[in-house]
């Protein structure tokens, strides 16, 4: 038995298969492009560990995802690859499209393919989850409840309607060809291997380089956070217990604003590497805000807990200070992953902002 993962290169990709073969035996083949935010590093443990099967490879490769689930023969699939950073969406909506929807449908229709070939315990065992986000169903006002698995779809960016589109191919092949399907949406992770382009590394970075915090717009929008290896326990719980045809919410029953989580990061930088020449509170920037700019994200979470037992296990404040502490010890990782291209990124997203 093995399990397929997609994506496995990237933040959560990397975090759940660390944390997969940290718990099981069970062999992990993880297809990843090795896009700007794939990193064979995030897996430098498993590097010499025959249980980890990594392929640099594309998801839209039918021909190459045939050929491995027939020769690897999975017993799930768990799909994390994706574009996923919402300004780069905006600056370039076009790879959004061709991964997460013809990359989603490509793999769909390899699955459907591969799982009519299985027969007896494997055909009965068969899943495959998707990993998508709580971008699906739009933005909250302050006073409203959070979002349901039956909330309605309301994507506002291109990347969260690329991963609405995504998430209606899954539910459609199990509609219409029975594939025993799971969907997770969740709410914003953090930890280790988080790509610097996304608020909390990006905002560790640049106060460690001396460099403006930039903050879109007033810095009220609020997010749910929780700590990425929470995701993966999540994941896990599914594939263990979820009911097949299911979309289940995950999230961390905390939202925070976004102003309050960068001045949590200066409260910790101030206190484990404080700066000679004063708190990093000084680089606080405002900038012109994020075109379309979703005012609130909040999860409710109780689905998950009361079918499957799953609840988070870090709070805020432990899991941000091990996520400022594992940036500082692994500066290394950083500066690696922030080659040329995320220069350029750097340059054309904030460029003229700032
Ligand atoms: P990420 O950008 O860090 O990693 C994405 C990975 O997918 C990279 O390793 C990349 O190389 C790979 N990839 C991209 N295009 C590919 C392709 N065509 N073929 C094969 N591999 C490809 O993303 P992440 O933050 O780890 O997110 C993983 C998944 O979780 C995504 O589906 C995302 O929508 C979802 N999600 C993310 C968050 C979050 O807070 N980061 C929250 C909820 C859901
Ligand atoms: O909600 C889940 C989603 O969370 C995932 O589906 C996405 O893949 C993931 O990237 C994340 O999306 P966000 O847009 O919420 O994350 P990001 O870290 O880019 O931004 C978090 C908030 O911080 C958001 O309100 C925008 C704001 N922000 C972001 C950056 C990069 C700033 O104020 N300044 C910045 O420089």
Not at 63 to 90: G, K, M, N, Q
Not at 173 to 179: I, M, R, S, V
Not at 240 to 262: C, R, T
Not at 335 to 345: A, I, N
Request: hydrophobic residues 40%.
């Amino acid at each position: 038995m093995a399990l397929f993962v997609t994506g496995g290169a990237g933040f959560i990709g990397s975090n759940f298969v660390l944390d997969w073969l940290e718990q099981s035996d069970e062999p992990v083949v993880n297809l990843d492009k090795l896009t700007y935010a794939g990193n064979r590093e995030n897996l430098a443990a498993l590097a010499a560990d025959p249980r980890h099967f990594f392929v640099q490879g594309d998801i839209c490769d039918r021909a190459l995802v045939d050929h491995l689930l027939a020769t690897h023969r999975p017993r799930a699939i768990i799909h994390f690859a994706a574009e996923s950073h919402v300004d780069r969406s905006i600056h370039g909506p076009a790879e959004f499209m061709r991964t997460n929807i013809d990359g989603t449908f490509t793999l769909l229709e390899a699955a459907r393919s591969y799982w009519n070939s299985l027969k007896g315990v494997e055909l009965r065992q068969f899943r495959f989850h998707h990993i998508s986000t709580d971008e699906v169903y739009g933005s909250l006002q302050p006073d409203d409840p959070p979002f349901a698995e039956n909330n309605s779809y309301q994507p506002n960016s291109p990347y969260a309607a690329s991963k609405a589109a995504s998430d209606h191919l899954v539910r459609a092949w199990y509609h219409t060809y029975g594939l025993p399907i799971t969907i997770s949406n969740c709410s914003n992770n953090y930890g280790p291997y988080h790509f610097p382009e996304k608020l909390i590394p990006l905002i560790i970075a640049n106060a460690l380089a001396g460099k403006p915090l930039p903050i879109y717009g007033d810095g009220q929008q609020v997010r749910d956070w929780l700590y990425v290896t929470d995701h993966c326990s999540a994941i896990r719980c599914i594939l263990e217990a979820g009911q097949v045809g299911e979309v289940y919410n995950v999230g961390g029953w905390n939202e925070m604003p976004n102003i309050d989580i960068v001045n949590t990061i200066i409260k910790l930088l101030d206190e484990l590497r404080p700066d000679p020449t004063g708190s990093y509170a000084r680089l606080i920037t405002h900038v012109t805000d994020r075109p379309g700019h979703d005012r609130r994200y909040a999860i409710d979470a109780r689905k998950i807990e009361r079918e499957l037992g799953w609840r988070p296990a870090e709070i805020f404040e432990t899991g941000i200070r091990k996520t400022v502490q594992w940036n500082l010890a692994n500066q290394a990782w950083v500066e690696h992953v922030t080659s040329g291209e995320y220069r350029q990124w750097l340059d054309s997203n904030y460029g003229a902002r700032l």
